[in-house]
């Protein structure tokens, strides 16, 4: 099997809104208690966020940029992961999903670990292609 990587946006993209829309649904489980309103409120927003940060990559203005929504996907990510896990051991919830979305952070978690230090040379590489991000600042002089 193929490693996943930033570069086959399409795949991880969606594998990072099934991983919010699994987060959701663990969220509305969660007893109407003040435990489960904040944990619930804890993990829809740290998903969330990943999710719309990873958006904003696809149109990142500078590299600086693009490392720095890699940065906050990673923090999101360790958020996301604690949450789930306090939910488990409390117990809060006890089901499937909420082992789903403890296996799928972590692969995630993986998946961004590995970017953990982007080669500008590589990712002026992708510019070149007009799929990859910053391809329309590609031939300026200020990523030479």
Known sequence: MKKETIGHTGRLEDR???????CIRVAESLPNSLAGRHYAG?????????????GRI???????????????????????RITLKIIARKPLLTS???NSALTEV??????????????????????????????RFYNQDSFL
């Open 106 to 135: 972590s692969a995630l978690f993986s998946i961004f670990a590995d970017q953990e230090k982007p080669k500008k040379n590589s990712f002026l590489r992708r510019c070149r292609d007009e799929r990859g991000p910053l391809h």
């Open 16 to 22: 990072i809104i099934e991983f919010a829309n699994l």
């Open 42 to 54: 804890e993990l829809i927003r740290s998903s969330s966020c990943m999710a719309l940060n990873y």
């Open 58 to 80: 696809q149109s990142a203005e500078s590299f600086n940029d693009f490392r720095y929504r890699i940065d906050v996907i990673r923090i999101e990510l360790g958020e996301s």
């Open 96 to 98: 499937y999903e909420v």
